[in-house]
């Protein structure tokens, strides 16, 4: 596996343990519609959240929550339209941004709720 990709899973598996200790229950991860990828669908009480999970070595060049950009919050607002439609539950969703900075010093991970709202389609 590449060094970026070991990354990236690495980032996830901390991203969804910090959910799982928040009480979240995990219902899928790497949920694919098409070309697209949820990286973490997770629920909290009657909310259905939508979780982007960036994961970076070091947060210098840019912030792992501003490699979220406007292309990729209209695949992440397509993919979650579709599940919902095949979840046909009329639960409150919202979507998140978890961000992973793994450091052989230590690694800073935070949960930005509701992090952004879908734009219209």
């Not at 070991?6 to 519609?33: P, S, V």
């Not at 959240?49 to 501003?66: D, G, I, L, N, Y």
Request: charged fraction near 25%; hydrophobic fraction near 40%.
């Amino acid at each position: 596996m590449a060094k970026h990709n070991e990354l990236g899973a690495k980032g996830e598996e901390l991203a969804r343990q910090l959910l799982i200790d928040k009480g979240y229950q995990i219902l899928h991860t790497n949920w694919r519609y098409r070309h697209e990828e949820i990286d973490i669908i997770a629920r909290t009480g009657s909310t259905v959240v939508f979780v982007e999970v960036k994961t970076r070595a070091t947060a210098w060049h840019q912030s792992p929550v501003e490699a979220v950009d406007d292309a990729k919050i209209r695949h992440l607002v397509s993919a979650a339209d579709h599940f919902m439609t095949q979840l046909d539950d009329d639960c409150e969703f919202r979507f998140d941004i978890i961000s992973v900075v793994v450091s052989p010093s230590g690694n800073v991970i935070e949960h930005y709720e509701d992090a952004f709202l879908p734009p219209l389609l």
